[in-house]
């Protein structure tokens, strides 16, 4: 079984637009590949607001103990129950973590490739 892979980073969004495009013709080939999942932005400080400390050190905790209550990830975090839902609230709208049927939190991946290219 294959691990499931977010990438994320900063990336032009003519970038982002050819690999869809890409994407988009090899499906109408019917040539089946994994599919990729990509969180990118244009501007670092766009994706640095979204991923603090806080929010990095929650979506490493719940691959490891999820899946996991709110009251139970700020317990395991030694967090406030409301800055905790806060983080995961963000994290949730960006699909870096998502609930199951009954309400927990999961991680709906294995590892996140982060990329960042800084260029003057």
Do not use: C
Not at 37 to 50: M, P, R, T, W
Not at 53 to 82: C, H, I, N, V
Request: glycine share 4%; hydrophobic share 40%; no cysteine.
């Amino acid at each position: 079984m294959s691990k499931q892979h977010i990438h994320m980073g900063v990336e032009d969004a003519n970038r982002g637009f050819e690999r869809f495009i890409k994407a988009w013709h090899k499906a109408e080939t019917s040539e089946t590949e994994q599919a990729e999942i990509h969180l990118n932005s244009e501007d670092f400080a766009i994706l640095a607001s979204v991923l603090t400390p806080k929010r990095l050190e929650l979506m490493k905790t719940l691959p490891q103990r999820g899946p996991l209550s709110f009251r139970a990830l700020a317990k395991q975090l030694q967090r406030d129950y409301k800055n905790v839902r806060t983080d995961a609230s963000a994290l949730e709208e960006v699909d870096l973590i998502q609930r199951t049927e009954k309400g927990l939190l999961i991680a709906p991946w294995d590892v996140i490739d982060a990329h960042v290219r800084l260029v003057a």
